[in-house]
């Protein structure tokens, strides 16, 4: 029996390997390819943000998304922001939605310093930021003062 399963053995290995075994190496899907890009969108937007280059951020968003996201841009002296990602959906349609939770700090005196969380969904279409859902990290910190608001 032991020389019956000796024997065996290496033919069961050879035909597992053998059906494991591709012609060529494969690529990353489609899919892959565009979850990595969102990502990279969302970072360096992130760290253009972070830099204070608002006019910066125009090459990660569409005009539209733009818009909506520099009205409600806040002056600060520094931040430090740090993103999440939670998950990612690729819609029918074409536009990736990203899930990220944030928390960050933000310096807007020398004397006051807002620390704020959160969770974000990026609507990312083409590459770039079409919109984004619940709460922005990039209209914080929550400020009353109207003078305080902008940059």
């Given at each position: 029996m032991r020389k019956i399963l000796t024997g065996i053995m290496p033919v069961v290995i050879l035909a597992l390997?053998?059906?494991?075994?591709?012609?060529?190496?494969?690529?990353?899907?489609?899919?892959?390819?565009?979850?990595?890009?969102?990502?990279?969108?969302?970072?360096?937007?992130?760290?253009?943000?972070?830099?204070?280059?608002?006019?910066?951020?125009?090459?990660?968003?569409t005009d539209e998304g733009y818009s909506l996201m520099v009205r409600d841009v806040k002056k600060f002296e520094s931040v430090e922001l740090k993103f999440t990602p939670r998950w990612v959906e690729i819609k029918p349609d074409g536009t990736?939605?990203?899930?990220?939770?944030?928390?960050?700090?933000?310096?807007?005196?020398?004397d006051w310093t807002e620390e704020r969380d959160g969770i974000v969904t990026f609507i990312l279409l083409r590459n770039r930021i079409k919109d984004m859902k619940m709460t922005s990290p990039f209209g914080?910190?929550?400020?009353?003062?109207?003078?305080?608001?902008?940059?």
């Open positions: 390997l053998s059906a494991c075994a591709t012609d060529g190496e494969r690529g990353p899907s489609e899919d892959v390819i565009l979850t990595d890009e969102a990502f990279r969108v969302v970072e360096r937007a992130r760290e253009t943000y972070v830099q204070k280059d608002i006019q910066g951020l125009k090459e990660y968003f990736v939605h990203l899930q990220v939770d944030w928390e960050g700090s933000w310096r807007l005196r020398e914080q910190p929550e400020i009353s003062s109207p003078e305080e608001r902008r940059f």
